[in-house]
């Protein structure tokens, strides 16, 4: 990989910056990676255990809601890049309290673009998501051109964010991009969501809630192949310009719960694990309907691909529960 010398990474303890961060030093170990993280709840530092003793990997402990910590924690490190992956990341709670993320997801960001403002040649690369769009229909996918329609809380804060990164790059000039991924799962993912969840309800042979009518359709990735379209991103991105992510893998959740539990099943030899698990619930909210990403754009123009089949990558993630479990 063709990569910058120093990478600012904010959110780094979370699912996908870990995973991002095991990836980039696993395919550049010369690099140097700053992991600033107010480690929440969602933060999990035993993600980075191989990293420990790495001379290259510095960890800082800070919020980015916090400016004059993130002001000193980007002069002293200088680096060529930032790439936030800092967030409130789960929709549930976003709707029983907004609060936090309109700090981190909104307030936050802005600090960062200030602070890149002030620095020469520092790149800015924000980590968005899908949801951004707001719904689909059966038919169609969201592309880089689609209207920004955000519902819920969680994906208006995410929503602002690319707006507030959008603008400084027309308006001052900074050197940005973003990227919207589907759903990602994969290891260290936190058991809110729905797929560790449901790994987890399994093997504990607990019930396994799912909302509405289970008809809503997710378009999920594995968090290596997000990661290595951010990688992309980063060494090819156009300077102003948005890139989707998605691996076109939609499934109802309906049809996905019955998937792990049939592999699950597969893998435990318990037959304990079955369909009769499941359990509806009342429909979140304002649940969006359809999610899909058109990933053209990234394909045609930085030769982007994701690698891991869904099977595959379900297999190898319930596995990985199973040995954590152990
Ligand atoms: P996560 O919730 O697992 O991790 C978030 C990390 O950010 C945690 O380590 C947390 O401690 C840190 N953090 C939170 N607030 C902070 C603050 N104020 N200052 C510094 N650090 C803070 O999230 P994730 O699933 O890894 O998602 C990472 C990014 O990717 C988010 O921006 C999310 O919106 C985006 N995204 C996620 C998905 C997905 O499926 N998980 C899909 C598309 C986009």
């Known amino acids: 990989l063709q990569i910058p010398l120093t990478i600012f990474l904010t959110g780094g303890s979370g699912f996908i910056g870990s995973n991002f961060i095991n990836y980039l030093f696993d395919n550049c170990p010369d690099i140097s990676i700053i992991n600033y993280d107010a480690l929440t709840y969602a933060a999990n530092q035993k993600a980075l255990t191989q990293q420990k003793n790495n001379p290259n990997y510095h960890f800082i ?43 981190t997801n909104i307030q936050g960001v802005y600090n960062l673009l200030e602070i890149c403002r ?18 689909l229909g059966p038919d169609g996918f969201f592309t880089e051109a689609s209207p920004i329609k955000p519902r819920s809380p969680y994906a208006a804060s995410k929503a602002s964010a690319d707006l507030l990164t959008l603008a400084w790059h027309e308006t001052y000039g900074l050197p940005v991009n973003i990227t919207r991924c589907t759903n990602n799962y994969g290891p260290w993912q936190h058991p ?13 042979k607990e019930k396994i809630p799912v909302y509405g009518n289970g008809l809503n359709v997710r378009d999920w990735i594995h968090v290596s192949d997000h990661c290595s379209g951010i990688a992309t991103v980063m060494q090819n991105g156009k300077v102003g310009e948005v890139y989707n992510i998605g691996s076109k893998n939609e499934w109802k959740n309906l049809d996905l719960v019955k ?26 909210q304002g649940h969006d309907f359809r999610y899909a990403i058109d990933p053209d754009k990234i394909t045609r123009e930085l030769s982007w691909c994701p690698k891991i089949t869904f099977k595959e990558g379900l297999v190898k993630t319930i596995r990985w529960y199973l040995k954590q479990q152990e």
């Not at 002030?118 to 719904?135: A, M, N, P, R």
């Not at 809110?192 to 504990?204: F, G, S, V, Y």
């Open 192 to 204: 809110e969501k729905l797929i560790p969840m449901t790994i987890q309800r399994c093997l504990q």
């Open 118 to 135: 002030k620095h020469d040649d520092l790149k800015f690369i924000q980590i968005s998501t899908d949801e951004v769009y707001g719904t």
């Open 259 to 284: 998937k792990i539990i049939n592999i699950t099943r597969d893998l435990t030899g318990d037959p304990g694990v079955s369909e009769n698990l499941i359990s509806f619930v009342p429909d979140r």
């Open 61 to 103: 402990h800070g919020n980015i809601c916090d400016l004059p910590t993130v002001t000193d924690a980007i002069t002293t490190t200088n680096p060529d890049i930032i790439i936030n992956f800092a967030a409130e990341s789960h929709v549930d709670r976003s709707i029983t309290d907004a609060s936090p993320f309109i700090s």
